[in-house]
């Protein structure tokens, strides 16, 4: 019992979860469609790449994880939504196919410059939006909301100028190789692997977290207490742009293309839905990284699971609507509060009775 | 209930994860009687007054109020006004960015007609109310235009002008001085011959002896006892609070503490100014000297430590340091530089609510230090633990988060904050706010150690008292200008003169 109690309340636990509920609700229809109810578990190689529903999630939910990352930072620090990340996604595919397709655009087999370049480049677009944003917001006290709205409208049409409102297509097995597998592995999966490593290794390794926090906690005491406010935002807002861009070119390798119309379309949202999911408050302050990231991934989950059960995708949403107010309800104060109170109604009577008994 | 009582509070209990807040305390409070409710900090005043407006849901007693059937239970503080309980808390708790008019009528606006928020009679009224209360603002002007002391008159002129039976007052003159305690005291006795009954809880011994009838005293969550005002002297007061005897009054500077004109000067200030705060001022502080600045509210004081430290830029003169021209345009310059300010406000610009104790200590090392050079969790640790046991910081632990501790305890924690920093030259804006008298002298001890180690100290404080045992030399200041300097034997006469813009400016 008492361990119980610690376990619920651990941070990680209601991010955990809702995973977990997601995965039992495979689990029983899988059971009750008569495959063995492990099945969303199983790993197999087909056709020799790595396949299995598991690692179905863990390689589309890349994109949102890495996204969730820079959206975690921007949220804590600056108690506001970065809602152009989808958007900037587009216009960094974009800058990335056309420098890959070069003369050859729109339909280009042969990369017109080092591959290395384009995602350089397509980084490079991702730190001026984000520094476009972290501006507004940390220097001119832009509302985040309203700041960030300039990006999510003009993004998407500047990627649209850039490819000359074409679908530049890069159909060449090195770019390809980004959104496709590495061997038999998918890289995404490593590519955002490595992204959620190196972010946790500077948050434990210097005082970045702190000063995330302290920011998004009081931003004037911060201040006196020495540490740059302001520059601390616009670093956030920064970071969520880089992250941004490396989504974005995943998400073109993929489909080797730049489809400035599709790519990252209302994935803010979804990265916005992590962070919560994740149990962060959106109001800023303390954050928690782990649960963004598992957050992310419950996402990608309850999407594939309904895909799974055959729900159709134009309905999906839907249901995924569904299914988040209940993990967010369960996390909003209230609920908690309730619950609390009822285990401490329970424990107190019992030990009323005890105390009777003895 | 009994006659002439509006108040009973029996056997309340509260709980807080890993503190017993408040253990079985009984409160009574009689009609027309002002009440001091008193204590050590962390004692359990504010819990015991939040248990009573609905903000802490205690687990075991009574509650009962006059006039209304059964025992109350108040899950709001709107809960709490419905039964006649008014309050002012200890962490001013208005809007920042509403009106001066809307903050004191928030829940109450006048309606129009047609149920729209009537703004033009809101306004009259808010400018007949601190007219009456002789508060000097512009009701439509934002209440963060205003200093803090502005803001907890607002506060209590919220708090006065509800119709209520009791009314709570949680340490409201931390920030004031002496005429705004005169005028609150004045608003006090007139209330209490109209029968409201009030609650009173400071630090301020003094006050309490001015307009107090009674004394209730809580010691680490549990009652010590309720005594009439005149069984209870200062001496026995303070025992009672710490549970020893303790003479917070006696001398504390030790001899041959003054001249200091010959040792290197620290901080060298000309014509230093901040626009629409502080006029050019000129300032030298020596090595080991504790400067005082004085004045009434509002007269500049925080503004010109604040100009120096380069909270507020100077746009004007010229700051040495050291001997060193230097230009600070942001606090981790002045941090560099061996400086450190603690605010005056404190849940403003001091607290980092949500960060535990711990990280609230090392924040601003930490920052000194800069971002990517961490220090060891064993560092943090260990500073966190030297400063909980030197200035004695009531807390469950030092991961806990620092908005959980009492007021007087989170204002040690900033202070932990600085003192880990070793600075060369420490601004104290207020540094006892909301501080025990045992901890205040301590404190007081500690400013005149600091100052021994050769470290420079500039000191602002309300109470005169406070500064004529700790400071050297005291600088005046009057309407946003810096009038004149006092050293040489400092009286409190001399320094009252000064204020008021006597002769005495030499
Ligand atoms: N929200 C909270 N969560 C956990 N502990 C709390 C909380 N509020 C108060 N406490 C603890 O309860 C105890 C009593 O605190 P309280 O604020 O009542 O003290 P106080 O007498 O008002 O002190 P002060 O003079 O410093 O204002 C303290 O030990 C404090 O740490
Ligand atoms: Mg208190």
Same mark, same amino acid.
């Given at each position: 019992?008492?361990?119980?109690?610690?376990?619920?309340?651990?941070?990680?636990?209601?991010?955990?979860?809702?995973?977990?509920?997601?995965?039992?609700?495979?689990?029983?229809?899988?059971?009750?469609?008569?495959?063995?109810?492990?099945?969303?578990?199983?790993?197999?190689?087909?056709?020799?790449?790595?396949?299995?529903?598991?690692?179905?999630?863990?390689?589309?939910?890349?994109?949102?994880?890495?996204?969730?990352?820079?959206?975690?930072?921007?949220?804590?620090a600056s108690?506001?939504?970065?809602?152009?990340?989808?958007?900037?996604?587009?216009?960094?595919?974009?800058?990335?196919?056309?420098?890959?397709?070069?003369?050859?655009?729109?339909?280009?087999?042969?990369?017109?410059?080092?591959?290395?370049?384009?995602?350089?480049?397509?980084?490079?677009?991702?730190?001026?939006?984000?520094?476009?944003?972290g501006?507004?917001v940390a220097y001119l006290g832009?509302?985040?909301?309203?700041?960030?709205?300039?990006?999510?409208?003009?993004?998407?049409?500047?990627?649209?100028?850039?490819?000359?409102?074409?679908?530049?297509?890069?159909?060449?097995?090195?770019?390809?190789?980004?959104?496709?597998?590495?061997?038999?592995?998918?890289?995404?999966?490593?590519?955002?692997?490595?992204?959620?490593?190196?972010?946790?290794?500077?948050?434990?390794?210097s005082a970045m977290g702190m000063y995330v926090q302290s920011v998004g906690i009081n931003k004037s005491a911060s201040r006196i207490a020495g540490l740059n406010s302001k520059r601390m935002i616009f670093i956030c807002?920064?970071?969520?742009?880089?992250?941004?861009?490396?989504?974005?070119?995943?998400?073109?390798?993929?489909?080797?293309?730049?489809?400035?119309?599709?790519?990252?379309?209302?994935?803010?949202?979804?990265?916005?839905?992590?962070?919560?999911?994740?149990?962060?408050?959106?109001?800023g302050g303390?954050?928690?990284?782990?649960?963004?990231?598992?957050?992310?991934?419950?996402?990608?989950?309850?999407?594939?699971?309904?895909?799974?059960?055959?729900?159709?995708?134009?309905?999906?949403?839907?249901?995924?609507?569904?299914?988040?107010?209940?993990?967010?309800?369960?996390?909003?104060?209230?609920?908690?509060?309730?619950?609390?109170?009822?285990?401490?109604?329970?424990?107190?009577?019992?030990?009323?009775?005890?105390?009777?008994?003895? | 209930?009994?006659?002439?009582?509006?108040?009973?509070?029996?056997?309340?209990?509260?709980?807080?994860?890993?503190?017993?807040?408040?253990?079985?305390?009984?409160?009574?409070?009689?009609?027309?009687?002002?009440?001091?409710?008193?204590?050590?900090?962390?004692?359990?005043?504010?819990?015991?007054?939040?248990?009573?407006?609905?903000?802490?849901?205690?687990?075991?007693?009574?509650?009962?109020?006059?006039?209304?059937?059964?025992?109350? @239970?108040?899950?709001?503080?709107?809960?709490?006004?419905?039964?006649?309980?008014?309050?002012?808390?200890?962490?001013?708790?208005?809007?920042p /960015?509403?009106?001066?008019?809307?903050?004191?009528?928030?829940?109450?606006?006048?309606?129009?007609?047609?149920?729209?928020?009537?703004?033009?009679?809101? /306004?009259?009224?808010?400018?007949?109310?601190?007219?009456?209360?002789?508060? /000097?603002?512009?009701?439509?002007?934002?209440?963060e235009?205003?200093s803090l002391?502005?803001?907890?008159?607002?506060?209590?002129?919220?708090?006065?002008?509800?119709?209520?039976?009791?009314?709570?007052?949680?340490?409201?003159?931390?920030?004031?001085?002496?005429?705004?305690?005169?005028?609150?005291?004045?608003?006090?006795?007139?209330?209490?011959?109209?029968?409201?009954?009030?609650?009173?809880?400071?630090?301020?011994?003094?006050?309490?002896?001015?307009?107090?009838?009674?004394?209730?005293?809580?010691? /680490?969550?549990?009652?010590?006892?309720?005594?009439?005002?005149?069984?209870?002297?200062?001496?026995?007061?303070?025992?009672?609070?710490?549970?020893?005897?303790?003479?917070?009054?006696?001398?504390?500077?030790?001899?041959?503490?003054?001249?200091?004109?010959?040792?290197?000067?620290v901080i060298d200030a000309k014509g230093l100014s901040h626009k629409g705060t502080i006029?050019?001022f000129?300032l030298?502080l020596?090595?080991?000297?504790?400067i005082?600045l004085?004045?009434?509210?509002?007269?500049g004081r925080s503004e010109l430590a604040r100009t120096i430290y380069g909270a507020d830029k100077a746009q004007t003169g010229t700051l040495k340091v050291k001997?060193e021209e230097v230009k600070i345009s942001h606090p981790i310059g002045a941090i560099h530089l061996g400086m450190g300010l603690l605010p005056d406000d404190r849940k403003a610009e001091g607290i980092i609510g949500d960060l535990?104790?711990r990280e609230n200590i090392i924040l601003a090392l930490q920052a000194r230090q800069g971002m990517f050079k961490q220090m060891?969790?064993?560092?943090q640790?260990?500073l966190?633990?030297?400063y909980?046991?030197?200035?004695?910081?009531?807390?469950?632990?030092?991961?806990?988060?620092v908005?959980?501790?009492?007021?007087?305890?989170q204002q040690k924690v900033i202070l932990a904050r600085w003192l880990a920093t070793d600075p060369d030259f420490l601004i104290l804006d207020e540094p006892?706010r909301?501080?025990?008298?045992?901890? @205040?002298?301590?404190?007081?001890?500690?400013i005149?150690?600091l100052?021994?180690?050769?470290k420079s100290i500039m000191f602002i404080?309300?109470?005169?008292?406070?500064?004529?045992?700790?400071?050297?030399?005291?600088?005046?200041?009057?309407?946003?200008?810096?009038?004149?300097?006092?050293?040489?034997?400092?009286?409190?006469?001399?320094?009252?003169?000064?204020?008021?813009?006597?002769?005495?400016?030499?």
């Amino acid at each position: 019992m008492d361990k119980l109690k610690k376990l619920t309340k651990m941070k990680l636990f209601l991010p955990v979860f809702c995973m977990f509920l997601v995965l039992c609700v495979n689990m029983i229809y899988d059971a009750s469609t008569g495959k063995p109810f492990y099945s969303f578990f199983q790993v197999g190689i087909t056709n020799g790449l790595l396949s299995g529903r598991l690692v179905n999630i863990l390689n589309r939910g890349s994109e949102v994880a890495i996204l969730a990352i820079g959206m975690t930072l921007v949220v804590s620090a600056s108690a506001g939504t970065d809602i152009s990340v989808g958007s900037v996604m587009a216009l960094c595919a974009a800058v990335c196919c056309r420098l890959l397709a070069g003369a050859a655009a729109p339909k280009a087999t042969e990369l017109a410059v080092p591959l290395i370049v384009g995602v350089l480049a397509a980084i490079g677009m991702g730190c001026i939006c984000g520094a476009f944003n972290g501006g507004l917001v940390a220097y001119l006290g832009i509302q985040p909301m309203v700041a960030t709205l300039i990006l999510w409208t003009a993004a998407r049409a500047i990627g649209l100028l850039v490819c000359d409102n074409l679908i530049v297509y890069v159909r060449n097995d090195t770019f390809g190789m980004i959104g496709g597998f590495v061997g038999f592995f998918p890289t995404p999966i490593i590519i955002a692997a490595v992204c959620i490593l190196v972010v946790s290794i500077v948050l434990k390794k210097s005082a970045m977290g702190m000063y995330v926090q302290s920011v998004g906690i009081n931003k004037s005491a911060s201040r006196i207490a020495g540490l740059n406010s302001k520059r601390m935002i616009f670093i956030c807002y920064l970071l969520c742009g880089v992250c941004a861009a490396i989504a974005g070119v995943v998400a073109a390798s993929r489909i080797t293309s730049a489809d400035s119309n599709n790519i990252g379309l209302n994935l803010e949202l979804d990265a916005i839905l992590a962070v919560a999911i994740g149990g962060n408050s959106l109001g800023g302050g303390k954050f928690n990284l782990a649960g963004s990231i598992i957050g992310a991934y419950t996402i990608q989950a309850i999407t594939t699971t309904m895909y799974n059960m055959g729900v159709s995708s134009a309905v999906a949403p839907v249901f995924k609507a569904v299914v988040v107010i209940i993990i967010v309800a369960i996390q909003a104060p209230p609920v908690k509060a309730f619950f609390r109170k009822r285990s401490a109604k329970r424990a107190s009577l019992k030990s009323g009775k005890e105390a009777a008994a003895a | 209930m009994e006659d002439g009582v509006v108040l009973t509070m029996r056997g309340i209990s509260m709980t807080f994860p890993g503190v017993k807040a408040l253990d079985n305390v009984d409160f009574t409070l009689r009609k027309g009687e002002i009440h001091a409710l008193m204590g050590e900090n962390g004692a359990g005043k504010s819990t015991l007054i939040k248990c009573l407006t609905g903000i802490n849901d205690f687990e075991a007693g009574e509650i009962h109020v006059d006039g209304v059937e059964g025992p109350v @239970k108040n899950h709001s503080t709107s809960d709490a006004q419905k039964v006649g309980v008014s309050t002012v808390y200890q962490e001013v708790n208005l809007c920042p /960015n509403l009106s001066v008019a809307e903050n004191l009528y928030i829940g109450r606006e006048p309606l129009t007609p047609m149920h729209t928020i009537d703004r033009r009679a809101m /306004n009259r009224k808010a400018k007949e109310l601190t007219e009456r209360l002789k508060i /000097n603002v512009d009701v439509t002007q934002n209440l963060e235009n205003y200093s803090l002391a502005i803001q907890q008159m607002i506060a209590i002129a919220r708090a006065v002008d509800m119709e209520c039976k009791v009314l709570i007052l949680d340490e409201p003159t931390s920030s004031l001085d002496d005429s705004e305690v005169e005028k609150l005291f004045g608003m006090m006795r007139d209330l209490k011959a109209q029968g409201v009954g009030i609650i009173f809880v400071t630090h301020f011994l003094e006050q309490v002896y001015a307009v107090c009838d009674r004394i209730t005293v809580l010691r /680490n969550g549990q009652l010590v006892g309720e005594y009439p005002i005149a069984e209870l002297p200062r001496v026995k007061l303070v025992a009672a609070m710490m549970g020893k005897d303790f003479d917070d009054l006696a001398e504390i500077k030790p001899e041959g503490f003054e001249a200091h004109a010959d040792a290197p000067v620290v901080i060298d200030a000309k014509g230093l100014s901040h626009k629409g705060t502080i006029k050019p001022f000129d300032l030298v502080l020596h090595k080991g000297e504790v400067i005082g600045l004085t004045g009434l509210l509002g007269s500049g004081r925080s503004e010109l430590a604040r100009t120096i430290y380069g909270a507020d830029k100077a746009q004007t003169g010229t700051l040495k340091v050291k001997g060193e021209e230097v230009k600070i345009s942001h606090p981790i310059g002045a941090i560099h530089l061996g400086m450190g300010l603690l605010p005056d406000d404190r849940k403003a610009e001091g607290i980092i609510g949500d960060l535990s104790v711990r990280e609230n200590i090392i924040l601003a090392l930490q920052a000194r230090q800069g971002m990517f050079k961490q220090m060891s969790r064993a560092k943090q640790e260990e500073l966190a633990d030297k400063y909980i046991d030197i200035l004695q910081i009531k807390t469950a632990s030092k991961e806990t988060p620092v908005s959980q501790l009492s007021g007087g305890n989170q204002q040690k924690v900033i202070l932990a904050r600085w003192l880990a920093t070793d600075p060369d030259f420490l601004i104290l804006d207020e540094p006892t706010r909301g501080i025990d008298v045992g901890t @205040k002298t301590e404190i007081q001890k500690l400013i005149i150690q600091l100052a021994g180690e050769g470290k420079s100290i500039m000191f602002i404080s309300s109470e005169i008292e406070e500064m004529l045992r700790t400071c050297n030399r005291m600088a005046v200041l009057r309407d946003g200008a810096k009038v004149g300097e006092l050293d040489g034997d400092l009286t409190q006469e001399r320094v009252m003169a000064a204020i008021a813009g006597g002769a005495d400016n030499g």
